[in-house]
Every structure is written in C-alpha cells, then in structure tokens.
C-alpha cells in the first residue's frame, strides 16, 4: 500500500509540474501584437516615413524590445528550392528599452509604440514580386524574464497612406 501511495505522489507531482510548466510558458512571455500594414506619412520636410505599430498585449510590462527590420529577396534555386538574400534596413530607433503592459485606463496608450524606417520602402518594394519585407521583434517579460521572437512579413500592397488611429487601434487613416 505505501508503494500505491508513492507512486501516486511521484505522478502527481509530475502532472502538477507539466500544468504549472505549462502555465509560466503560455502565460508569463510576452505577447506584442504588430500591424498588418505599415503606415506612410510624410515628415516636415516632405519625405516619406514609414511606421509600423506594436502593442503590448501582455499582463505584465515588457523590456529590452529590439526591433529589427530587413529587406528579404527570395531568390528561386533548383527543385523548387528557395534561398533568401537579408539586408537589415535602417530604423530610427530599434531599441525600446520599456513597453508598459495593455491597460484601458492607459489614457496615454504606453502600451502601444510605432517603429519609424526612413527608407523608401515603396521604391524598394515597386516591380519587385520576389521581394519582401520582414520585421523581427525580441521582447523580454517583465515578470518571468522570458523571452520571445514577433515575426511578421509585408509586401506591396501592405503599405498604406494615413496615420495609424490612437491606442490599441491598428487602424489607418
């Protein structure tokens, strides 16, 4: 009877230990929400700027964001292979060092950040089918200290004229 009860304890504690594994992994990382477009405004200069938004939708705050930003052309190999020429595009500020976490009394949206390129992503995209663009974004937890990677992918049609809307609104107008 007392090996029943041991090894009921020992299984126990491992289910206990999966679920509560499970849990910090799903639920303590960071969780950034990125625009499916990209915004284009023009600066007081009259040059084109292009803005990507992020919102932290997370519990808890996240720090140390890099963000990074790459023109991606694919390039057709044989057997319907691909391979993939990077080249990182400038942005003017790829460190974020504190994103607050989503809150709807944030009457400041700290929660939300745009992430600026100044390169002409119209002209780096126009008659270019095999060419993309990709941003990668690494968040740390602000509680866990747990990390995670954001992709997501644009192309021509992904870039938009206007302003994105206030606060947690991916909206652009």
Same mark, same amino acid.
């Given at each position: 009877m007392d090996v029943l009860n041991i090894i009921?304890? &020992? !299984?126990? +504690?491992?289910i206990a230990s999966f !679920?509560?594994?499970? %849990?910090?992994?799903?639920y303590l990382r960071p969780y *950034? #929400?990125?625009s499916d477009d990209i915004s284009c405004i023009k600066d007081k200069d009259g040059e084109n700027i292009f803005l990507i938004k992020i919102l932290n939708k997370s519990f808890f705050d996240v720090f140390d964001v890099r963000v990074d930003?790459?023109?991606v052309r694919i390039i057709p190999?044989?057997?319907? /292979?691909?391979? /993939?020429? &990077?080249? =990182?595009?400038? %942005? $003017? @500020?790829?460190? !974020?060092?504190?994103?607050?976490k989503w809150d709807k009394k944030d009457f400041n949206a700290e929660y939300a950040y745009r992430v600026i390129c100044k390169e002409n992503l119209? =002209?780096? *995209?126009?008659?270019? =089918? @095999? #060419? &993309? *663009? =990709?941003?990668? $974004? $690494?968040?740390?937890?602000? *509680?866990s200290g747990l990390s995670n990677v954001f992709y997501k992918r644009y192309? +021509?049609?992904?870039?938009?004229e206007g302003e994105f809307l206030w606060g947690k609104d991916l909206t652009i107008r």
């Open positions: 009921q304890g &020992i !299984i126990g +504690s491992i !679920i509560f594994l499970f %849990l910090v992994l799903k *950034l #929400v990125i930003f790459f023109k190999m044989p057997n319907n /292979k691909t391979n /993939k020429k &990077i080249k =990182e595009l400038p %942005l $003017i @500020d790829p460190f !974020i060092p504190h994103i607050k119209i =002209e780096i *995209l126009s008659g270019n =089918e @095999d #060419v &993309i *663009l =990709e941003i990668k $974004i $690494i968040a740390r937890h602000g *509680l192309k +021509s049609y992904n870039i938009k």
